[in-house]
């Protein structure tokens, strides 16, 4: 397949890929577009021109500032659509392309417009779905020859989280304040977070699921599944500490998350996928799942000192899960919880077993026993005032495709 548009080999957004966002420009109040190459293309004036015709979407769908209205009609609507856009974007196809008043208003450069928040997100769960990343959380914090806690393999850990801290691309992060517990011997102290780290994460957004009371078979859990995002969770480690027990994470990780402005459809994905880990012992029968369930997803981490140095300190991978979205999805529902369009799903860290590979600073570090060289020669144990941390993922298709996410970036900074 490919398209009458110029779109350069090493572009995330690849004819193959048409992931969905909003954008806005000086001109252009915010509406839903597709990424292709460089560019964007506006599926508001497609349907204005009429490109869109016999599809049950309604101009207000496309003139949202969000992209609830479309993930709202379900997964067979949205797969037309984008599967419509593709095909106008075909060079085989010559409807737009032969029409150039058309293409002129419908083709926006990328360069020129504003990704705004993606989705409104009703509500946020984070995994802990990385045996790698909870076995070396595991190591540092517990017992070594006992790093998982004895549910980990049987069910997709995992707890709810803020979601009205849940920022665009871009959006600069203010570093937490909280309480502090820096010698064991003494009180609490009060202040800025002196251990702020990164999670390297994916999330995928949901369609409307079933009513209240209602389960998500592990069989059905693609069709409630719109697309994924590059997620980065931002964390204060030592807020964390001192305030999960006995419930877990609050101020710790409730001040910002970043998720990237494109989201990359799960059909987009399809050619990406992979057999995950054997499961032992063997899960529970509404966690059991059929097909390849994760994805070969290549992810990289850097980190972008305040005099613009870019540092690669992790490349990872996606298909580094023990649980895969079909069973987080099953897990989530099987009590009855209902989810809604435009909820949030994040994957948990994901480390996979070198050091190179870990999804955090806490594991990069080893819980600041070890400083991470920088390219400029400063040094690192953690995230500085300053630093940008860029992440970005993708996959190539057998077919050479590249399907990927763009970035998805966030500024430390501090009062």
């Known amino acids: 397949m490919k398209s009458w548009l110029n779109i350069s080999a090493d572009s995330d957004f690849s004819i193959a890929n048409i992931p969905f966002g909003v954008f806005k420009s000086d001109r252009l109040a915010a509406r839903v577009g597709c990424a292709i190459g460089d560019q964007v293309i506006d599926l508001k004036v497609l349907h204005v021109l009429g490109y869109l015709e016999n599809l049950p979407f309604e101009l207000s769908d496309l003139e949202s500032p969000s992209l609830n209205a479309i993930i709202a009609r379900g997964k067979g609507p949205c ?12 060079s085989d196809v010559p409807d737009l392309q032969r029409k150039e008043h058309h293409v002129a208003q419908a083709l926006i450069p990328q360069a020129e417009v504003t990704m705004c928040m993606p989705v409104e997100i009703g509500d946020y769960t984070d995994f802990y779905s990385s045996e790698q990343h909870a076995r070396n959380v595991g190591m540092m914090f517990r017992d070594p020859d006992n790093a ?6 049987h069910m997709p850990v995992a707890y709810h989280g803020r979601a009205s801290s849940v920022v665009v691309s871009g959006t600069p992060v203010r570093r937490p304040s909280g309480q502090l517990k820096p010698d064991p011997e003494k009180p609490p102290v009060f202040g800025k977070s002196r251990l702020l780290d990164f999670e390297l994460e994916m999330g995928f957004i949901t369609h409307p699921g079933k009513p209240l009371g209602e389960a998500i078979t592990t069989a059905q859990a693609e069709e409630f599944i719109f697309g994924l995002v590059l997620f980065n969770d931002w964390s204060a480690r030592d807020i964390q500490k001192w305030e ?24 987009a994905l399809d050619d990406l996928r992979v057999a995950g880990p054997v499961q032992e012992p063997a899960v529970l029968p509404y966690l059991e799942y059929e097909g390849h369930g994760h994805y070969n997803v290549g992810l990289e981490v850097d980190i972008v000192t305040p005099d613009g140095v870019a540092t ?22 099987v009590n009855g919880c209902n989810i809604r369009g435009g909820d949030l799903l994040a994957s948990g860290t994901i480390s996979g077993e070198t050091p190179e590979s870990y999804g955090s600073m806490l594991e990069l570090s080893w819980r600041g026993t070890k400083e991470v060289k920088l390219a400029d020669g400063s040094l690192r144990k953690f995230i500085a005032d300053g630093d940008t941390v860029v992440m970005r993922g993708h996959g190539m298709t057998a077919a050479g495709d590249r399907i990927g996410f763009g970035s998805v970036s966030g500024t430390v900074t501090c009062d």
């Open 148 to 153: 998982l806690l004895p549910n980990w393999k």
């Open 244 to 267: 999960y027990v006995p419930l877990g994470p609050f101020l710790g990780k409730n001040f910002a998350s970043s998720v990237s402005p494109w989201v990359v459809t799960l059909d």
């Open 79 to 90: 797969r037309e659509l984008r599967l419509r856009v593709q095909k106008l974007l075909r």
């Open 312 to 333: 690669t300190i992790s490349r990872s991978n996606f298909r580094h899960m023990y649980w895969n979205m079909k069973q987080q999805l099953a897990h989530h529902t």
